[in-house]
């Protein structure tokens, strides 16, 4: 094994999807997104959820006016696609600059997703006009028929729906997100400039055996939800291979604790505090702290047609303490008030200690290891 270096120098990353939330949540967990992403690409499953032009706007203008002094970061809001939503919204707010992609929930698949696509045959006007436009299609891969196997459901969503999708609309670029099987490494890999996917650090850390060690650990339940450790190793492999279809996007999913543990526990990992320091961790151990910039700053920005980022971040490597609940120095603003402990939300790798930490924040464009 390689020694692997004390201090490490990336290009500013993004985070291709993350759910920032709002009211009191989007006050507290802002901060450490903006913190280190320079750009994201904010989820639209609100109540009610993002489906206009108007409403994206309104959504954006919350989260920048809930940003820290001197945070450089910049929303980027997407669609939430529904049965019935009119094409012409789409283009109009891709037009504008508003919408930066759509999302696709298959209704019913995970938090707040009641409202979503019931059938592909409905959006087809959609998906017609947003191959024509060149905007990309952001997919919640699994199926939601209760006869499958909650842990086949992102593999049967491949093969029903995601491999006709792309014959059916070859031109359409097309992010299958939070990737988590074998399955979904095999058909991302290599097969087209229009075809990515997005990796979560939790998905790199934990197999479904986490869920259960010591009891039943709600605060590792997700959607979809993590796999055998033969699909956690496909997705590290991915991940930490180079290959530009595959880049950061944390997924980060905030809940208050009284909704993680509770008779019907919510789905969903808040890892947006360390999330790069949880990567690198991941990279580390494969020996591949070299591929960690393209991962985290480099690919994503190409897919999606956008430049890379100016600034910097230096991690250094010394032990990380993670608390095991969100405290400063990210609490929420003094007109929201604090967040009680049981609406708090619950921090990924709480409790553990990160081998890396972030030491600072630049806007000199200087990169490398050493």
Known sequence: MTEAPSRLTLRRPDDWHVHLRDGAMLQAVLPATARVFARAIVMPNLKP????????????????????????????????????????????????GVFTAAKLYPANATTNSAAGVTNLDTIAPV??????????????????????????????????????????????????????????????????PLLAATITPHHLHLNRNAMFAGGLR???????????????????????????????????????????ESACGCA??????????????????????????????????????????????????TPLDVPARLVGPFP???????LPDDQAPVLFHGGDTLPWRITAISSVAQTGIA
């Not at 002094?69 to 939430?80: I, K, N, R, S």
């Not at 055998?228 to 809940?255: I, W």
């Not at 969903?268 to 151990?285: D, P, T």
């Not at 929420?332 to 604090?338: H, L, M, N, T």
């Open 218 to 260: 709600s605060d590792f339940y997700c959607l979809p939800v993590v796999k055998r450790e033969t699909h956690r190793r496909a997705l590290v492999k991915a991940a930490t291979s180079g290959e530009p279809c595959f880049f950061l996007g944390t997924d980060s999913a905030p809940h208050p604790r009284a909704g993680k």
């Open 49 to 96: 959820p993002v489906t206009t032009v108007e409403a994206a706007l309104a959504y954006r203008e919350r989260i920048l006016s809930a940003l820290p002094d001197g945070a450089q970061f910049t929303p980027l809001m997407t669609a939430y696609l529904t049965d019935d939503l009119d094409p012409a919204v789409l283009e109009k707010g891709f037009r504008a």
């Open 127 to 192: 998906l017609e006009r947003m191959e024509a436009l060149g905007m990309p299609l952001l997919i919640h891969g699994e199926v939601t028929d209760s006869a499958i196997d909650i842990f086949d459901r992102e593999a049967v969503f491949i093969e029903r729906h995601l491999i006709p999708l792309r014959e059916r609309y070859s031109g359409l670029k097309v992010v299958l997100e939070h990737i988590t099987t074998a399955q979904a490494v095999d058909y991302v890999s290599g097969r087209s």
């Open 332 to 338: 929420p603003s003094a007109d929201e008030g604090p």
């Open 268 to 317: 969903g990992i808040f890892n947006a505090l360390h999330a790069l320091e949880s990567y690198a961790a991941v990279f580390e151990r494969e020996e591949a702290l070299h591929q960690l910039e393209a991962f985290a700053s480099e690919f994503g920005p190409r897919f999606y047609g956008l430049p890379l980022n100016s600034g910097t971040v230096t991690l250094e490597r």
